[in-house]
């Protein structure tokens, strides 16, 4: 039981170059979310997805597009990154139609760098 | 305004003291709160939830004071291995979690 994993833990990218961040949960969670954590400002909601098949914004949503892909995966897409989005991003998912909603497992993160 | 502000710290306490964080949130409709921990460069895990009426877990006590619309986290005898960042974290009526900064905290022999 592997819990949340992210793919891939570091990655530097140029200014306009595009990539997928990978997320996967083996806990058969319905609900699964993206965060970003810059320094001084906590953890931002990029997107989430409720359920299978539906996702909705966050707080922080400009430049990311989301695809759940099935009740496991859960991947957020840069397409064409920019320095500002230089940040640990982390995946988390919950139970949050059953057992206990407010406790979300997190990944180990990625620390991306766009130069 | 933020939604949930924390004092950043850091907090330096010498092992066996007893530490205190206050956090406080803006909207007054928001109906759970927790604590979370997140150790250097690691994800955050939940810590324990916070109940109207306070609630104790070994050497750590929440509470909750609506009316003046914080929370605090109390950590009595730290060990060494309390040094990390405490998360503030509300939930407002959605499914997704708005976290407070973070209190770092460092125990030190």
Redesign the interface.
Known sequence: NAGVTQTPKFQVLKTGQSMTLQCAQDMNHN?M?W?RQDP??????IY?S?SEGTTDK?EVPNGYNVSRLNKREFSLRLESAAPSQTSVY?CAS?D?DTGS????Y????TRLTVT | RKEVEQDPGPFNVPEGATVAFNCTYSNSASQSFFWYRQDCRKEPKLLMSVYSSGNEDGRFTAQLNRASQYISLLIRDSKLSDSATYLCVVLTGRRALTFGSGTRLQVQP
């Open positions: 609900s979310y965060y001084g400002m906590g953890l931002r909601l989430y409720a966050g982390f919950s949050a909603p407010y406790e979300q997190f990944g180990p993160g």
